[in-house]
């Protein structure tokens, strides 16, 4: 199973990753993690990048993606797809989300992070005031491609067991190896959320408390 994590700056996606990583190679499975190319590119190169260096940021991590170890899951810190959203707010470069949004169509299930976590500032992060319209481009263009997702909220561990349970929904519904998360699935039902434009944490995270607690 190909797991997407996308979602805007300090939202979380790194630790998931990390946590959901340890968490199903505790069970007993094999997990091949592919951490963010814009990161590490940032780090060697000490600046962001330029608006002509999108596109080969974007292929390089694609290029990762493809080559990653054959695994019961890949677990994907950020596609693309963020490269294509920040490209498009930043440059005002929207060339990038054709090929993005094709290269997403490949994971089995995208997770979006919640704007539910405080803000860490980092020397790469933009700051707070960007997360909002992060969030909102990036769901317009899921929506735009027609591509499912669903957003996880909750912190450190109940984060971890709240995607292990997306997870689990959707490995039982392809008949594949499930990962057992805090709530079962007979008692989850799948959830989404459909107004792309909406950023509201509070009203949100009600929401999707309420479906897994149904």
Not at 137 to 165: D, F, I, M
Not at 195 to 214: G, I, P, V, Y
Request: glycine share 8%; charged share 20%.
């Amino acid at each position: 199973m190909k797991i997407a994590l996308l979602g805007a700056e300090s939202t979380g996606k790194t630790h998931l990753a990390e946590g959901l990583t340890a968490s199903l190679r505790s069970q007993g499975h094999c997990v091949s993690p592919i951490s963010e190319t814009l990161r590490l590119w940032c780090h060697d190169a000490g600046r962001t990048p330029r608006v002509d260096e999108q596109s080969g940021i974007a292929q390089a991590h694609t290029a990762r993606i493809a080559q990653a170890p054959a695994a019961t899951y890949l677990v994907a810190d950020t596609t693309a797809l963020m490269t294509a959203v920040y490209s498009d707010l930043l440059f005002g470069d929207n060339s990038l989300y054709a090929s993005a949004l094709e290269q997403q169509r490949g994971f089995d299930l995208t997770l979006v992070m919640g704007l539910d976590l405080s803000w860490v500032a980092d020397p790469q992060r933009d700051g707070p005031h960007s997360r909002a319209p992060v969030d909102a481009c990036l769901r317009a263009a899921l929506a735009r491609g027609n591509l499912p997702y669903q957003v996880v909220y909750g912190k450190g561990l109940a984060r971890v067991r709240n995607a292990l349970n997306a997870i689990e929904l959707i490995a039982n519904h392809a008949g594949g190896i499930s990962a057992r998360g805090r709530f079962p699935s007979k008692n989850a039902g799948a959830w989404e959320w459909n107004c792309e434009k909406c950023s509201d944490a509070a009203c949100e995270h009600r929401l999707f408390t309420d479906l897994l607690n149904r």
